[in-house]
Protein backbone atom coordinates (compact mmCIF):
# COMPACT_ATOMS: atom_id res chain seq x y z
CA UNK A 1 0.00 0.00 0.00
CA UNK A 2 0.73 3.53 -0.95
CA UNK A 3 0.99 5.60 1.96
CA UNK A 4 1.03 9.41 0.74
CA UNK A 5 -1.67 11.29 1.88
CA UNK A 6 -4.73 11.03 -1.02
CA UNK A 7 -6.37 14.44 -2.48
CA UNK A 8 -9.28 14.83 -5.15
CA UNK A 9 -10.04 16.93 -7.98
CA UNK A 10 -13.73 17.10 -9.44
CA UNK A 11 -14.32 18.93 -12.93
CA UNK A 12 -16.81 19.64 -15.20
CA UNK A 13 -16.33 18.23 -19.24
CA UNK A 14 -18.68 19.75 -21.88
CA UNK A 15 -18.78 18.19 -25.19
CA UNK A 16 -20.62 19.46 -28.02
CA UNK A 17 -21.87 16.83 -30.25
CA UNK A 18 -22.41 16.20 -33.49
CA UNK A 19 -25.23 13.73 -33.60
CA UNK A 20 -25.75 10.07 -33.82
CA UNK A 21 -22.65 8.78 -33.48
CA UNK A 22 -18.98 7.88 -30.99
CA UNK A 23 -17.04 11.17 -29.96
CA UNK A 24 -13.52 10.51 -28.77
CA UNK A 25 -12.83 11.98 -25.37
CA UNK A 26 -10.00 10.03 -24.65
CA UNK A 27 -7.90 12.95 -25.02
CA UNK A 28 -9.84 15.31 -22.93
CA UNK A 29 -10.22 13.37 -20.20
CA UNK A 30 -6.45 12.42 -19.76
CA UNK A 31 -5.92 15.79 -19.86
CA UNK A 32 -7.63 16.44 -16.58
CA UNK A 33 -5.90 13.68 -15.66
CA UNK A 34 -2.42 15.85 -16.05
CA UNK A 35 -4.00 18.85 -14.63
CA UNK A 36 -4.76 17.31 -11.15
CA UNK A 37 -1.29 16.05 -11.10
CA UNK A 38 -2.27 12.55 -9.76
CA UNK A 39 0.23 9.69 -10.82
CA UNK A 40 -1.39 6.55 -8.89
CA UNK A 41 -5.53 7.13 -8.49
CA UNK A 42 -8.74 6.01 -9.80
CA UNK A 43 -10.59 8.48 -12.10
CA UNK A 44 -14.63 8.18 -12.39
CA UNK A 45 -16.68 9.87 -15.15
CA UNK A 46 -19.91 10.05 -15.01
CA UNK A 47 -22.50 11.51 -17.80
CA UNK A 48 -25.71 13.97 -17.26
CA UNK A 49 -27.54 12.92 -19.57
CA UNK A 50 -30.36 9.80 -20.43
CA UNK A 51 -30.03 9.64 -23.80
CA UNK A 52 -26.22 8.98 -24.57
CA UNK A 53 -23.88 7.08 -22.72
CA UNK A 54 -20.00 6.10 -22.24
CA UNK A 55 -18.41 3.47 -23.92
CA UNK A 56 -14.55 2.09 -23.47
CA UNK A 57 -14.01 0.59 -26.70
CA UNK A 58 -11.76 -0.33 -29.84
CA UNK A 59 -9.87 3.15 -31.11
CA UNK A 60 -8.60 1.92 -34.22
CA UNK A 61 -10.55 0.52 -36.68
CA UNK A 62 -13.79 2.98 -37.79
CA UNK A 63 -15.39 0.09 -39.18
CA UNK A 64 -15.94 -1.11 -35.37
CA UNK A 65 -17.84 2.13 -34.51
CA UNK A 66 -20.29 2.18 -37.97
CA UNK A 67 -21.01 -1.99 -36.59
CA UNK A 68 -21.85 -1.09 -33.02
CA UNK A 69 -24.14 1.82 -34.82
CA UNK A 70 -25.79 -1.00 -37.20
CA UNK A 71 -26.47 -3.31 -34.60
CA UNK A 72 -27.95 -1.12 -31.94
CA UNK A 73 -30.09 0.63 -34.84
CA UNK A 74 -31.53 -2.75 -35.66
CA UNK A 75 -31.75 -3.94 -31.60
CA UNK A 76 -33.38 -0.71 -31.00
CA UNK A 77 -34.91 0.86 -33.89
CA UNK A 78 -36.31 4.49 -34.12
CA UNK A 79 -39.76 4.95 -33.92
CA UNK A 80 -40.66 1.11 -33.03
CA UNK A 81 -44.34 0.97 -32.55
CA UNK A 82 -43.95 -0.39 -28.81
CA UNK A 83 -42.69 2.64 -27.49
CA UNK A 84 -45.48 5.05 -25.99
CA UNK A 85 -42.91 8.23 -25.35
CA UNK A 86 -43.07 9.66 -28.41
CA UNK A 87 -43.07 13.20 -27.30
CA UNK A 88 -39.62 14.41 -27.71
CA UNK A 89 -39.66 12.20 -31.29
CA UNK A 90 -38.60 8.94 -33.08
CA UNK A 91 -35.53 8.86 -31.97
CA UNK A 92 -35.83 9.75 -28.45
CA UNK A 93 -37.32 6.41 -26.36
CA UNK A 94 -34.44 4.27 -28.59
CA UNK A 95 -31.94 6.98 -27.09
CA UNK A 96 -33.05 5.87 -23.33
CA UNK A 97 -32.47 2.09 -24.15
CA UNK A 98 -29.12 2.66 -26.32
CA UNK A 99 -27.91 4.77 -23.06
CA UNK A 100 -29.22 1.95 -20.47
CA UNK A 101 -27.73 -1.04 -22.82
CA UNK A 102 -24.56 0.72 -22.41
CA UNK A 103 -23.81 2.90 -19.45
CA UNK A 104 -23.67 6.21 -18.21
CA UNK A 105 -20.55 6.40 -15.87
CA UNK A 106 -17.10 4.10 -16.01
CA UNK A 107 -14.00 4.29 -13.28
CA UNK A 108 -10.60 3.93 -14.63
CA UNK A 109 -7.43 3.57 -12.48
CA UNK A 110 -4.60 6.37 -12.89
CA UNK A 111 -0.99 4.82 -13.61
CA UNK A 112 1.71 6.30 -13.95
CA UNK A 113 -0.07 9.79 -14.54
CA UNK A 114 -2.40 8.04 -17.14
CA UNK A 115 -5.69 6.45 -17.96
CA UNK A 116 -4.77 2.52 -17.40
CA UNK A 117 -6.44 1.98 -20.65
CA UNK A 118 -5.37 -1.07 -22.67
CA UNK A 119 -3.85 -0.32 -25.79
CA UNK A 120 -7.04 -0.19 -28.10
CA UNK A 121 -9.19 1.05 -25.71
CA UNK A 122 -10.24 5.02 -26.27
CA UNK A 123 -13.43 6.54 -24.30
CA UNK A 124 -16.06 7.33 -25.94
CA UNK A 125 -19.20 9.49 -25.57
CA UNK A 126 -21.64 7.90 -27.53
CA UNK A 127 -24.61 10.54 -28.76
CA UNK A 128 -28.00 8.77 -29.26
CA UNK A 129 -30.18 11.66 -30.44
CA UNK A 130 -30.26 12.35 -34.30
CA UNK A 131 -29.72 16.04 -33.38
CA UNK A 132 -26.46 17.59 -31.85
CA UNK A 133 -26.54 17.89 -28.26
CA UNK A 134 -24.47 19.59 -25.56
CA UNK A 135 -23.61 17.28 -23.45
CA UNK A 136 -21.67 17.74 -19.42
CA UNK A 137 -19.67 15.13 -17.85
CA UNK A 138 -18.59 15.04 -14.12
CA UNK A 139 -15.17 13.68 -13.09
CA UNK A 140 -13.99 13.05 -10.24
CA UNK A 141 -10.17 12.25 -9.64
CA UNK A 142 -8.47 10.93 -6.50
CA UNK A 143 -5.02 9.55 -6.04
CA UNK A 144 -2.11 10.99 -5.32
CA UNK B 1 -6.62 19.29 -5.96
CA UNK B 2 -7.96 20.01 -2.79
CA UNK B 3 -6.33 18.81 0.12
CA UNK B 4 -8.42 18.32 3.55
CA UNK B 5 -8.15 14.74 4.75
CA UNK B 6 -10.28 12.51 2.81
CA UNK B 7 -12.88 10.11 5.10
CA UNK B 8 -14.99 7.40 4.10
CA UNK B 9 -18.55 5.02 5.19
CA UNK B 10 -20.17 2.28 4.44
CA UNK B 11 -23.79 1.48 5.07
CA UNK B 12 -26.30 -0.49 3.61
CA UNK B 13 -30.25 0.66 2.23
CA UNK B 14 -32.27 -2.42 2.10
CA UNK B 15 -35.46 -2.49 -0.37
CA UNK B 16 -38.57 -4.13 -0.31
CA UNK B 17 -39.26 -4.33 -3.90
CA UNK B 18 -43.35 -4.75 -5.15
CA UNK B 19 -42.29 -7.37 -8.02
CA UNK B 20 -41.03 -6.20 -11.73
CA UNK B 21 -40.72 -2.63 -11.75
CA UNK B 22 -38.51 0.57 -11.28
CA UNK B 23 -38.10 1.48 -7.80
CA UNK B 24 -36.95 5.18 -7.44
CA UNK B 25 -33.67 4.97 -4.55
CA UNK B 26 -32.34 8.61 -5.35
CA UNK B 27 -33.87 9.98 -2.09
CA UNK B 28 -32.82 7.12 0.01
CA UNK B 29 -29.23 7.55 -1.31
CA UNK B 30 -29.38 11.49 -1.20
CA UNK B 31 -29.97 10.61 2.59
CA UNK B 32 -27.06 8.79 2.89
CA UNK B 33 -24.38 10.93 1.23
CA UNK B 34 -26.13 14.05 3.42
CA UNK B 35 -25.75 11.73 6.88
CA UNK B 36 -22.14 11.43 6.03
CA UNK B 37 -21.41 15.13 5.67
CA UNK B 38 -19.53 14.76 2.41
CA UNK B 39 -19.25 18.04 0.37
CA UNK B 40 -16.93 16.64 -2.46
CA UNK B 41 -16.60 12.99 -3.17
CA UNK B 42 -17.28 9.97 -4.43
CA UNK B 43 -20.69 7.75 -3.87
CA UNK B 44 -20.59 3.29 -5.16
CA UNK B 45 -23.58 1.27 -5.26
CA UNK B 46 -23.82 -2.08 -5.04
CA UNK B 47 -26.59 -4.35 -5.42
CA UNK B 48 -25.79 -7.64 -3.95
CA UNK B 49 -28.24 -9.44 -6.05
CA UNK B 50 -27.82 -11.11 -9.27
CA UNK B 51 -32.25 -10.92 -10.63
CA UNK B 52 -32.36 -7.43 -10.11
CA UNK B 53 -30.19 -4.44 -11.41
CA UNK B 54 -29.54 -0.57 -10.85
CA UNK B 55 -30.17 2.33 -13.56
CA UNK B 56 -29.78 5.66 -13.94
CA UNK B 57 -32.62 7.28 -15.96
CA UNK B 58 -35.38 9.52 -16.71
CA UNK B 59 -36.72 10.44 -13.77
CA UNK B 60 -39.70 12.81 -15.69
CA UNK B 61 -42.17 10.49 -17.69
CA UNK B 62 -43.48 7.09 -16.66
CA UNK B 63 -44.24 6.13 -20.16
CA UNK B 64 -40.14 6.04 -20.07
CA UNK B 65 -40.12 3.09 -16.99
CA UNK B 66 -43.35 1.60 -19.08
CA UNK B 67 -41.53 1.48 -22.70
CA UNK B 68 -38.40 0.04 -20.94
CA UNK B 69 -40.72 -3.19 -19.43
CA UNK B 70 -41.92 -3.46 -22.71
CA UNK B 71 -38.25 -3.05 -24.86
CA UNK B 72 -36.48 -5.55 -22.19
CA UNK B 73 -39.56 -8.31 -21.93
CA UNK B 74 -39.85 -8.63 -25.98
CA UNK B 75 -35.82 -9.21 -25.88
CA UNK B 76 -35.66 -11.29 -23.01
CA UNK B 77 -38.59 -13.33 -22.84
CA UNK B 78 -39.97 -15.04 -19.69
CA UNK B 79 -39.53 -19.16 -20.03
CA UNK B 80 -38.33 -18.32 -23.57
CA UNK B 81 -37.12 -22.00 -24.73
CA UNK B 82 -33.74 -21.43 -25.11
CA UNK B 83 -33.38 -21.10 -21.54
CA UNK B 84 -32.26 -24.18 -19.26
CA UNK B 85 -32.45 -22.63 -15.84
CA UNK B 86 -35.66 -22.50 -15.01
CA UNK B 87 -35.70 -24.13 -11.35
CA UNK B 88 -36.67 -20.92 -10.26
CA UNK B 89 -39.28 -19.89 -12.33
CA UNK B 90 -40.29 -19.04 -16.00
CA UNK B 91 -39.11 -15.14 -15.12
CA UNK B 92 -35.42 -16.13 -13.17
CA UNK B 93 -33.24 -16.54 -16.29
CA UNK B 94 -34.94 -13.56 -17.98
CA UNK B 95 -34.02 -11.78 -14.89
CA UNK B 96 -30.36 -12.54 -15.08
CA UNK B 97 -30.03 -11.56 -18.49
CA UNK B 98 -31.67 -8.40 -17.75
CA UNK B 99 -29.39 -7.58 -15.23
CA UNK B 100 -26.15 -8.58 -17.31
CA UNK B 101 -28.12 -6.07 -19.43
CA UNK B 102 -27.61 -3.34 -17.34
CA UNK B 103 -25.08 -3.13 -14.21
CA UNK B 104 -25.32 -4.04 -10.42
CA UNK B 105 -22.82 -1.05 -9.82
CA UNK B 106 -22.72 2.65 -9.95
CA UNK B 107 -19.92 5.24 -8.81
CA UNK B 108 -21.85 9.03 -8.97
CA UNK B 109 -19.11 11.88 -8.04
CA UNK B 110 -20.65 13.80 -5.16
CA UNK B 111 -20.70 18.09 -5.52
CA UNK B 112 -21.78 20.61 -2.95
CA UNK B 113 -23.05 18.00 -1.04
CA UNK B 114 -25.42 16.25 -3.41
CA UNK B 115 -24.92 13.78 -6.15
CA UNK B 116 -24.03 15.04 -9.51
CA UNK B 117 -26.50 13.84 -11.63
CA UNK B 118 -28.19 15.38 -14.51
CA UNK B 119 -31.64 17.53 -14.10
CA UNK B 120 -33.29 14.42 -15.49
CA UNK B 121 -31.38 11.55 -13.80
CA UNK B 122 -32.63 9.53 -11.38
CA UNK B 123 -31.44 6.06 -9.93
CA UNK B 124 -33.72 3.21 -10.29
CA UNK B 125 -33.61 -0.33 -8.71
CA UNK B 126 -35.21 -2.27 -11.15
CA UNK B 127 -37.07 -5.46 -9.39
CA UNK B 128 -36.56 -7.93 -12.42
CA UNK B 129 -38.20 -10.88 -10.68
CA UNK B 130 -42.41 -10.76 -10.91
CA UNK B 131 -42.79 -11.38 -7.13
CA UNK B 132 -41.62 -8.77 -4.58
CA UNK B 133 -38.14 -9.05 -2.75
CA UNK B 134 -35.26 -7.77 -0.44
CA UNK B 135 -32.91 -5.89 -1.84
CA UNK B 136 -29.92 -4.75 -0.48
CA UNK B 137 -27.50 -2.37 -1.27
CA UNK B 138 -24.07 -1.91 -0.23
CA UNK B 139 -23.37 2.58 -0.38
CA UNK B 140 -19.56 3.15 -0.24
CA UNK B 141 -19.02 7.21 0.58
CA UNK B 142 -15.74 9.20 -0.18
CA UNK B 143 -14.74 12.40 0.37
CA UNK B 144 -14.34 15.18 2.36
CA UNK C 1 -17.42 9.07 8.90
CA UNK C 2 -14.43 6.72 9.47
CA UNK C 3 -11.30 9.04 9.83
CA UNK C 4 -8.47 6.83 9.76
CA UNK C 5 -6.09 7.70 7.09
CA UNK C 6 -6.72 6.23 3.54
CA UNK C 7 -4.11 4.11 1.58
CA UNK C 8 -4.15 2.35 -2.33
CA UNK C 9 -3.03 -0.07 -3.90
CA UNK C 10 -3.07 -0.68 -8.04
CA UNK C 11 -1.61 -4.51 -9.25
CA UNK C 12 -2.31 -6.44 -12.45
CA UNK C 13 -3.96 -9.23 -12.91
CA UNK C 14 -3.30 -11.84 -15.86
CA UNK C 15 -6.08 -14.30 -16.48
CA UNK C 16 -5.33 -16.85 -19.02
CA UNK C 17 -8.76 -17.65 -21.06
CA UNK C 18 -9.54 -20.99 -22.51
CA UNK C 19 -11.94 -19.40 -25.55
CA UNK C 20 -15.13 -18.22 -25.17
CA UNK C 21 -16.66 -18.95 -21.77
CA UNK C 22 -16.97 -17.12 -17.51
CA UNK C 23 -14.03 -17.50 -15.92
CA UNK C 24 -14.62 -16.92 -11.95
CA UNK C 25 -11.86 -14.59 -11.00
CA UNK C 26 -13.63 -14.13 -7.23
CA UNK C 27 -11.03 -15.86 -5.56
CA UNK C 28 -7.91 -13.49 -7.39
CA UNK C 29 -9.89 -10.45 -6.37
CA UNK C 30 -10.23 -11.18 -2.86
CA UNK C 31 -6.68 -12.56 -2.99
CA UNK C 32 -5.60 -8.88 -3.84
CA UNK C 33 -7.74 -7.80 -1.07
CA UNK C 34 -6.51 -9.45 1.48
CA UNK C 35 -2.43 -8.32 -0.08
CA UNK C 36 -3.81 -4.53 0.29
CA UNK C 37 -5.06 -5.13 4.21
CA UNK C 38 -7.77 -2.67 3.44
CA UNK C 39 -10.85 -3.02 5.97
CA UNK C 40 -13.32 -1.19 4.49
CA UNK C 41 -13.11 0.52 1.01
CA UNK C 42 -13.32 0.13 -2.51
CA UNK C 43 -12.06 -2.40 -5.36
CA UNK C 44 -12.02 -1.33 -8.97
CA UNK C 45 -11.33 -3.21 -11.62
CA UNK C 46 -10.51 -2.71 -14.97
CA UNK C 47 -10.35 -4.63 -17.98
CA UNK C 48 -7.71 -4.11 -20.55
CA UNK C 49 -10.04 -4.72 -23.78
CA UNK C 50 -11.85 -4.36 -26.06
CA UNK C 51 -13.76 -7.78 -26.94
CA UNK C 52 -14.41 -9.46 -23.44
CA UNK C 53 -15.64 -8.22 -20.29
CA UNK C 54 -16.52 -8.33 -16.48
CA UNK C 55 -19.67 -9.60 -15.33
CA UNK C 56 -21.33 -10.27 -11.35
CA UNK C 57 -23.59 -13.01 -11.98
CA UNK C 58 -25.11 -16.19 -10.16
CA UNK C 59 -22.07 -18.43 -8.60
CA UNK C 60 -23.60 -21.39 -8.10
CA UNK C 61 -25.65 -22.69 -11.50
CA UNK C 62 -23.76 -23.99 -14.27
CA UNK C 63 -27.00 -23.79 -16.39
CA UNK C 64 -27.44 -20.18 -15.53
CA UNK C 65 -23.74 -19.64 -17.88
CA UNK C 66 -24.90 -21.68 -20.19
CA UNK C 67 -28.29 -19.47 -20.55
CA UNK C 68 -25.97 -16.57 -20.83
CA UNK C 69 -23.84 -17.90 -23.77
CA UNK C 70 -27.08 -19.26 -25.66
CA UNK C 71 -28.66 -15.60 -25.19
CA UNK C 72 -25.60 -13.76 -26.26
CA UNK C 73 -24.99 -16.31 -29.10
CA UNK C 74 -28.45 -15.76 -30.51
CA UNK C 75 -28.21 -11.69 -30.04
CA UNK C 76 -25.34 -11.17 -31.44
CA UNK C 77 -24.34 -13.90 -33.84
CA UNK C 78 -20.99 -14.65 -34.84
CA UNK C 79 -20.51 -13.47 -38.59
CA UNK C 80 -23.73 -11.84 -38.83
CA UNK C 81 -23.65 -10.36 -42.63
CA UNK C 82 -24.53 -6.34 -40.97
CA UNK C 83 -20.86 -6.61 -39.59
CA UNK C 84 -18.46 -4.94 -41.69
CA UNK C 85 -15.49 -5.59 -39.48
CA UNK C 86 -14.44 -9.16 -40.28
CA UNK C 87 -10.69 -8.66 -40.59
CA UNK C 88 -9.98 -10.29 -36.95
CA UNK C 89 -12.44 -13.21 -37.90
CA UNK C 90 -16.19 -13.90 -37.60
CA UNK C 91 -16.34 -13.76 -33.79
CA UNK C 92 -14.31 -10.53 -33.40
CA UNK C 93 -16.75 -7.62 -34.18
CA UNK C 94 -19.73 -9.73 -32.28
CA UNK C 95 -17.08 -10.16 -29.27
CA UNK C 96 -16.83 -5.90 -29.57
CA UNK C 97 -20.60 -6.03 -29.17
CA UNK C 98 -20.80 -8.37 -25.86
CA UNK C 99 -18.61 -6.44 -24.83
CA UNK C 100 -20.48 -3.46 -25.15
CA UNK C 101 -23.90 -4.94 -23.83
CA UNK C 102 -21.90 -5.55 -20.46
CA UNK C 103 -18.85 -3.88 -19.27
CA UNK C 104 -15.09 -3.53 -18.65
CA UNK C 105 -15.14 -2.01 -15.36
CA UNK C 106 -16.61 -2.21 -12.00
CA UNK C 107 -16.46 -1.08 -8.17
CA UNK C 108 -17.21 -3.13 -5.05
CA UNK C 109 -16.94 -2.14 -2.18
CA UNK C 110 -15.06 -3.76 0.80
CA UNK C 111 -16.44 -4.99 4.16
CA UNK C 112 -14.81 -6.22 6.53
CA UNK C 113 -11.53 -7.42 4.32
CA UNK C 114 -12.90 -8.36 1.77
CA UNK C 115 -15.53 -7.78 -1.42
CA UNK C 116 -18.52 -7.08 -0.42
CA UNK C 117 -21.07 -9.68 -2.63
CA UNK C 118 -24.03 -10.84 -2.20
CA UNK C 119 -24.20 -15.02 -1.36
CA UNK C 120 -25.04 -15.89 -4.91
CA UNK C 121 -22.47 -13.53 -6.43
CA UNK C 122 -19.29 -13.99 -8.38
CA UNK C 123 -17.09 -12.39 -10.17
CA UNK C 124 -16.00 -13.45 -13.98
CA UNK C 125 -14.30 -12.36 -16.64
CA UNK C 126 -16.73 -13.25 -19.59
CA UNK C 127 -13.78 -14.03 -22.95
CA UNK C 128 -16.17 -13.48 -26.14
CA UNK C 129 -13.42 -14.43 -28.78
CA UNK C 130 -13.53 -18.45 -29.53
CA UNK C 131 -9.95 -18.67 -28.92
CA UNK C 132 -7.67 -18.60 -25.78
CA UNK C 133 -6.33 -15.35 -24.73
CA UNK C 134 -4.14 -13.65 -22.65
CA UNK C 135 -6.52 -10.59 -20.67
CA UNK C 136 -4.87 -8.06 -18.41
CA UNK C 137 -6.87 -6.44 -15.20
CA UNK C 138 -5.74 -3.56 -13.44
CA UNK C 139 -7.20 -3.56 -10.02
CA UNK C 140 -7.11 -0.46 -7.90
CA UNK C 141 -8.03 -0.46 -3.95
CA UNK C 142 -8.47 2.01 -1.57
CA UNK C 143 -9.39 2.59 1.95
CA UNK C 144 -7.72 1.39 5.45
Keep these: ?21 FH ?3 ADVEERVAQAGVRTGLCTLH ?25 FSRLV ?5 MFVHT ?5 DMAAH ?15 DGHLALGTWQGIYLWEHRQ ?5 TLVIHILGE
Design 131 to 135: SAHRR
Design 47 to 71: LQHTSASLLIQENADPDVRRDFETF
Design 24 to 26: DIT
Design 87 to 91: VEGDD
Design 97 to 111: VRTALTTVNLSVPIA
Design 77 to 81: PDGAP
Design 1 to 21: MLDAVLSQSLTRLVVSTRGRR
